[in-house]
């Protein structure tokens, strides 16, 4: 399938599947083609183990993009939900992939009202992540110094927004 152009955009052309034995190695590449920080197999292993809180994005049949989340409890009856990893392949951008995974995260979220928050580290040079979770209802909450390691920018912003259980 060849990259669309711009006026064939369509929410419709979106959909998430689950992430699977079958396709592990696909999430293993994108995580290659999109981050720079490197994660082990306990990462990927997790990740068949989280049910909803991690997903593909497909394009049509073309699998572009994901989100991968793990539940942290804070030790007493609370959990946060931290946002390990969100990408979307570079040409398959600003068309709504990255907002309909993170909709879909927050909706499971609400579905737990144990859950308090939902919050990542995304790198203090990030501007284009910045902005897109500013705009998903995130904010800066906190700052973390030489957060990422043996990568050039390892400044990191927390960004977090309250969850919102529907019960
Ligand atoms: C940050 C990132 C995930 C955003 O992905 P994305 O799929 O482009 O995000 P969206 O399309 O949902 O939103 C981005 C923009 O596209 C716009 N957009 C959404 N649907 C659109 C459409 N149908 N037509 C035109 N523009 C559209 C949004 O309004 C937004 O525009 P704005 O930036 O001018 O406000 C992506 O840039 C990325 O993968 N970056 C590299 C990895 C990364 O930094 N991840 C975050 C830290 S873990």
């Not at 539940?71 to 040409?91: A, C, F, I, Q, W």
């Amino acid at each position: 399938m060849g990259v669309p152009s711009s006026s064939s955009f369509s929410s419709e052309n979106i959909n998430l599947r689950n992430i699977t034995p079958e396709n592990i190695d696909q999430v293993r590449s994108l995580h290659l083609a999109l981050f720079p920080v490197h994660y082990n197999d306990k990462f990927f292993d997790h990740l068949l183990q989280v049910g909803e809180f991690a997903k593909l994005a497909y394009w049509g049949d073309t699998c572009v993009g994901l989100v991968c989340c793990r539940l942290e409890n804070d030790g007493l009856d609370r959990s946060k939900l931290y946002m390990m990893t969100l990408g979307v392949l570079h040409p398959y951008r600003h068309r709504g992939i990255a907002h309909r995974l993170v909709d879909h995260i927050l909706y499971q979220a609400s579905l737990c009202d144990y859950i308090s928050s939902i919050y990542l580290h995304v790198q203090t040079v990030n501007e284009a992540a910045l902005s897109f979770y500013r705009r998903n209802g995130f904010e800066v909450i906190g700052y973390v110094e030489n957060y990422y390691k043996n990568i050039p920018d390892k400044h990191a912003y927390i960004v977090s927004r309250p969850n919102r259980p529907r019960t």
